[in-house]
């Protein structure tokens, strides 16, 4: 019975420590947005967090990246008011050229680059 309950403790010990040690990784996505003055910044957010850009006028917009596939070659880029109200999104690939948004103010995103980093 000894050997049977200290078994089942280094099975739980073993698997304890393998969940704990097992990390979640979401991809950083970096975005260049082109905004409606013309002006373009580096946007970064993790994949299904949020980005923020102020224009010059001192409004803001929210941009939430969610990446498609594995090889991380493509998104969809949802944009937002700074209140969270919904403008639309836009599909974009990766190294590709910026992809014009069908929202009021219109934004140009393209995706500089896609990578897993804890």
């Known amino acids: ?33 082109t905004a409606p003055d013309g002006s373009t910044q580096d946007v970064v957010a993790r994949e299904s967090g949020v980005g923020t850009m102020k224009l010059k006028d001192g409004s803001e917009y929210l941009f939430r990246p969610t990446v498609h ?16 109200t919904p403008l639309g999104e836009v599909q974009v690939t990766k190294g590709a050229a910026a992809v014009a948004t069908k929202t009021t103010p219109s934004f140009k995103i393209a995706i500089k680059s896609i990578e897993l980093k804890k």
Not at 2 to 26: D, E, G, N, W
Not at 71 to 77: R, S
């Open 1 to 33: 019975m000894r050997a049977a309950v200290r078994v089942l403790l280094s099975l739980a010990f073993a698997s304890a420590t393998t969940i704990s040690s097992a990390q979640t990784y979401s991809p950083m996505v970096t975005m260049a947005i």
């Open 69 to 84: 596939d594995e090889p991380f070659t493509k998104a969809t880029v949802a944009i937002f008011k700074s209140d969270s």
